[in-house]
Nanobody, 123 residues
Framework: QVQLVESGGGLVQAGGSLRLSCAAS????????MGWFRQAPGKEREFVAA????????NYADSVKGRFTISRDNVKNTVYLQMNSLKPEDTAVYYC????????????????WGQGTQVTVSS
């Protein structure tokens, strides 16, 4: 059983930074692409960022491009999301996800999900 556990969420002021981590545990981690999604109250879960197994290919939602950076450490089985210049609109529960294939922007392309970590950005 693959388990993804997010950490690093919290409360920050607008313009501040946070670094989210997603650690894989349990059975051998078999995900190829890894992604981050977020969900604000009353809204659907939306794509934030994704990275290929090698880390060579990265993709971001337009709303976070230039501010967020996704990366991964396959030795540690950990994926990161560095969030800079945070805005109140970034407030949401952030979910880590893994895809067995090259899934990217849609939730249906991912096979593994974490429980989420809360990120709150105050003004």
């Amino acid at each position: 059983q693959v388990q993804l556990v997010e950490s690093g969420g919290g409360l920050v002021q607008a313009g501040g930074s946070l670094r989210l981590s997603c650690a894989a545990s349990g059975r051998t981690f078999s995900a190829n692409a890894m992604g981050w999604f977020r969900q604000a109250p009353g809204k659907e879960r939306e794509f934030v960022a994704a990275v290929s197994w090698s880390g060579t290919y990265r993709n971001y939602a337009d709303s976070v491009k230039g501010r967020f950076t996704i990366s991964r450490d396959n030795v540690k089985n950990t994926v990161y999301l560095q969030m800079n210049s945070l805005k109140p609109e970034d407030t949401a529960v952030y979910y880590c996800a893994g895809s067995r294939s090259s899934g990217l922007r849609t939730t249906s392309e991912y096979d593994y999900w974490g429980q989420g970590t809360q990120v709150t950005v105050s003004s």
